[in-house]
Structure formats: structure tokens, C-alpha cells
């Protein structure tokens, strides 16, 4: 018998390849990553406009259907009467209804009056009155046929407007600051650099075949306004103290079930090279994300195997050409980042921002914003990554009837701490992967938590409390204050799992951080008014001196905050 001490040792197993580009070659490991290398994305549109809005939704095959339109701004939304039972039992195909959920693509969120009119038409005309703004600050429709979609972006791209790219594995909507250009405090103004980014490379196939979705958010403003620790770049301004204003350069942010906070580089980017560092960025992802999986297929899995040195010196020897100066920090935010309020611009004219409940606004409310902008002397209005709406360019004595007619249609400039400070994702009502409702289970608490409170002092700060459907925390719940994940309790309840502390940097927190999870704490939809209504009653009976609720979250016991 062999002696087990003397037997060769077996041969270390080949790493399995994780598809990535320039390591591995441009290999087919999953059906996604087939399709993309068929026939590139962006050419499904073509085939909407010649055969699939003339021969219907049975004409279109699958992988266009939940692939490739996904580029331009289109996913089937979820069948109307399935509970949040089936969402797990049904494959996709039985879930999604002959419908769809349109994105349009709005960098910046910057919009004139002109366009939110045709903004509001469309969905008036095409969408059943449903209008959201997202989180994305982009419109999201929803009951859009594909018959429509030509004459929809016909009237899109007759203003200026466009769908592309606005999914997919691919360069999204763009972030950036909804005062650029107008705020006092700013320290530089982003939109050049958006704008050149558009136009060199959004719809082009250097970038329409990225591993997975990438997010991009830029601001110039000391507030912090685009939520820059959570996407997978972001460029904040800061000034240098020998080389003047620029970026400061933060790469793979991401949450949902494996949330990550943005890493920063470390590197000072002069507005002038602003776009060709995104674009380096972005051919990074391209061409070292890992492909094989597509649970670890965003820029945050890369950056966290790298580490922020090597992909500083990838980035700077293979992609730029050149070092990077070192650049500093932003330093602590000031100003509170949803810019709800009048504030001065630097023109002498306002701003007033104005909180929607839970960004649902539709066709009547837009066009009648276009209108209350428009007699208060302005023709540019901004949505913002809060579901926000700003109107720009105000004369200081049209404010007051501005403000009093947006609270007409349901947007308040003054609301209260509950109705500034809550979000939700589309919910089951739409979505295809969602366990539970959202937006009406949000808008009940916010009308319910303003009575319980009518009676009480505001808040100094408003509290942020997120409402999502499922897991993948597209309303952001693990950086809230109160972030609810949807899922069923006991197998049909509808409820929340309950994320405590979380935030992102801001005037109240130097750097941003997760909510804390409490083992077994599950609230029912049924009792979310009252769960909510007890934590705040014990934060503010029982906080220290200055103390924020994400300080006393993660500080008081876990029985405190059941």
C-alpha cells in the first residue's frame, strides 16, 4: 500500500475564469453575457420601430424581450392580480404582463418646461396617468404598449429627450447636483461635464456592453446632493489647495444584497479631464468585471478584490496614460441635500424645491408644474436622487404664489418631516421581483405618522425612512435612517424586515454608513404605523445631547428598537 506521506501531491484546480476581458477573452459563460456578444443591445431599436410595434407584444423573442429593450428604457411590468406569493414560485415569462415600465433618460434631472409638458402627455396619453420620479432622477412610466413607443419617442427626441441606455448592462442616467449652475455655494458647475459625457459615449458601442448596470453621480455642491457613496463612480468637487476646483474621484458603490460604500481613490480630476477619467472608469468595468456570475458582476466586487492602489494604478498606466495628482477629501456637507425650501441662487433669483409623496406625480400634476413654473418667471425645473422636484429661476416675488399653487397638486415646499424625508421603489404594483406594496403602504404612513404627530415640535432633522419591495434596495433602505425591506412574514403576510442607523455623508454624519439589522425584528405592514411611531417616540425620549437617530440606532439595545 502507498504510503499516503510520499503521494504526489494533487495538482492545484484551475481557478474557474470570471470573464473578464482582458484576462479571460470574450467568453459566453452565461445566457446574458451570449446574447449581449450576438448582437450588441442597442440594435434592438431598429427592430422595434420596423416589427415589433407594427406585429405586437407575441412577436417579440425573449432575449429582446427581457433583454436587449431593457437598453432602451423598457421592462415588462408585473401581471396585475398576482400577490406576493407568486413572485418567488413564477418564472418571469408568467409574471410579466403585455405591458411595460419606460424609463426616460433625464442627466442631471434637468428638464425645461417644454419638455415636462411633453413629459406629462405622454403620460397622459400613453401611460394611464402614471409619471414617477425615481431615486435615478429620471420619470418612470408604466402601461406602455409596444405599439406606442415609436410615437413616444418621436415626441422625446423631438424636444431633446431620449430612453437610451437609461437600463441595461451599460452607462445609466447620470446623477449630478439639480442646482448646477444656480446655487451660491457650489464650487464648480457639473453639467459640461455630463453633457460631454452623453455625447461622446452614451449610446455607442465602446460602452453598450458593460458586465452589469453601471451608476454614475457628479456634484459641485457642498451638500453632498447625489448620494456619491453608492454608485459605482462618482466625482465630488473639491478645491485643492495649489491646483483650485475639481473632482474627487469615488469608484464602486452599490447596495442591494451585498451593499458596499463607495471607495475613494484618492486622485484630484480637473474638470477638463472630468469625461476621459469616467470614460477610463467605465473601460475598466468593461474590461476586468467579472462576467461569469452575474450576483458579483458590479464594479464593487472589483474594487473590493483591488483595493484602491491597484486600480489607481491601472487606471492611471493603462487607461489614462499618466499619473493623477493627489487630491483631498470633500470636506463635512453643508446644507441639507434634497434642497426642499426657497433658497437664493446666485443670480439673485430662487430656487424653490418641493417634496411629492413618494415621487408619484403623473401627467396632470407635470403639466401643471410647467404651467406654476412658467408664471413665477421660470422655464427649468430638476428632479432630484430624493424624488424631488425643483423649480429654478423664480423672481423673489412670484415664490409665495409658486409655493401655494405646487401644494395645490400635492407638492409641498414646507412639508412635513414625514413626507420629506420618506422614498419607495415601484413596489408590487409593477415590478416583477417585488414581495409586498410600497408607494400606498408609504403614502398611509406618511398621512398617518403627520397626524400621530400634529401636535408634536418637528424634528430638527427630517428622518429618512425607505420603503422597498424586495432585497435589491433600489430605494436605498440599508443608508436610511428607517430602511423597510419588503418580504412575506410567515409565508403570505405582507411585511418588513427593519434597518436601523443607516445614512450617507451628510450635514449630520461626516461619512455614510449601514442601517443595523435586529435579529428576528419583522413588522407586518398592518403595524407599520405603530413600530414606526414607538422608535421615534424612544429617540427622542431618550437621545443624548445633539445625538442623530443614526447615532442613537447603532449605540441603545437591541430591545430598545423592537
Known sequence: MTDTATRPARPARAAKPQGQWKVDGKLTLNHNEAFKLEDDALNVRQRILDTYSKEGFGSIPPDDLSGRMRWWGLYTQRKQGLDGTRTSKLEADELQDEYFMMRVRTDGGAVTTDQLRVLAGISTDFARGTADISDRQNIQYHWIRIEDVPEIWRRLEEVGIDTVEACG?????????????????????????????????????????????????????????????????????????????????????????????????????????????????????????????????????????????????????????????????PTRAVGHFDHV??????????????????????????????????????????????????????????????????????????????????????????????????????????????????????????????????????????TADIGLKGQLLDGDTPGFQVHLGGGLASQDQESGGLGRTVRGLRIASADLADYVERIIRRYTDSREADETFAQWAHRVDEEVLA
Not at 457628479?218 to 473639491?238: A, K, M, R, W
Not at 474621484?249 to 458596499?260: A, D
Open 341 to 478: 425650501g426657497v433658497h437664493e441662487q446666485k443670480d439673485g433669483r430662487r430656487y424653490v424645491g418641493a417634496a411629492l409623496t413618494v415621487g408619484r406625480a403623473g401627467g396632470e400634476t407635470l403639466s401643471r408644474v410647467a404651467d406654476l413654473a412658467e408664471a413665477a418667471g421660470s422655464h427649468r425645473v430638476r428632479f432630484t436622487p430624493h424624488q424631488k422636484l425643483l423649480v429654478l429661476d423664480v423672481e423673489p416675488d412670484r415664490v409665495e404664489a409658486l409655493v401655494d399653487g405646487l401644494a395645490e397638486v400635492g407638492l409641498y415646499a414646507r412639508p412635513s418631516s414625514f413626507r420629506r424625508g420618506t422614498m419607495a421603489c415601484t413596489g408590487i404594483e409593477f415590478c416583477k421581483l417585488a414581495f409586498v406594496d410600497t408607494k400606498d403602504t408609504a403614502t398611509a404612513l406618511v398621512d398617518e405618522l403627520e397626524r400621530r404627530f400634529a401636535d408634536d415640535a418637528p424634528l430638527e432633522t427630517p428622518l429618512s425612512i425607505h420603503l422597498n419591495g424586495c432585497p435589491n434596495s433600489c430605494a436605498r433602505i440599508q
Open 169 to 329: 448592462d451599460c452607462p445609466r442616467v447620470i446623477l449630478g447636483s439639480p442646482v448646477a449652475g444656480v446655487a451660491e455655494a457650489e464650487l464648480l458647475d457639473p453639467t459640461p461635464v455630463i453633457a460631454e459625457i452623453k455625447q461622446k459615449y452614451i449610446g455607442t458601442t465602446e460602452f453598450s456592453n458593460l458586465p452589469r448596470k453601471f451608476k454614475s453621480a457628479i456634484t459641485g455642491h457642498p451638500s453632498l446632493d447625489v448620494v456619491h457613496e453608492i454608485n459605482d463612480i462618482s466625482l465630488v468637487g473639491v478645491e485643492h489647495p495649489e491646483l483650485g476646483v475639481g473632482y474627487d474621484l469615488w469608484v464602486g458603490g452599490g447596495l442591494s444584497t451585498n451593499p458596499q460604500l463607495a471607495t475613494r481613490i484618492g486622485v484630484f480630476v480637473r474638470q477638463e479631464e472630468a469625461a476621459e477619467v469616467w470614460a477610463a472608469v467605465v473601460s475598466i468595468f468593461r474590461d476586468y468585471g467579472y462576467r461569469r456570475m452575474r450576483t458579483r458582476a458590479r464594479l464593487k466586487f472589483l474594487i473590493k478584490d483591488w483595493g484602491a492602489e491597484k486600480f489607481r494604478q491601472v487606471l492611471q498606466d493603462e487607461y489614462l496614460g499618466r499619473e493623477l495628482p493627489d487630491g483631498p477629501a
